[in-house]
């Protein structure tokens, strides 16, 4: 579905892959959960969900290490 694509992408990032995500999403809202080690790795990490075919929206739940 549509979060396994967007947690696949974010895995397979070097810029965030190693950040602690996870994304959920309900009829095209994404909700990006987990820690971030900075706000560029933040920035990127909404870009790539964002990016996500079937995403419109994204709601950010991450917080800072």
């Keep these: 579905g549509i979060a396994s694509v967007a947690n696949s992408r974010l ?3 070097s ?23 900075d706000e560029a790795s933040r920035q990127r ?3 790539i969900v964002r990016g996500t075919p079937g995403v419109y929206d ?3 739940r991450t917080r800072k290490r």
């Design 45 to 47: 990490a909404l870009q």
């Design 15 to 37: 810029m965030v892959g190693r950040a602690t995500l996870s994304v959920t999403v309900d009829n095209g809202l994404a909700i990006l959960y987990g820690t971030v080690p």
């Design 58 to 60: 994204v709601l950010d």
């Design 11 to 13: 895995n397979d990032d």
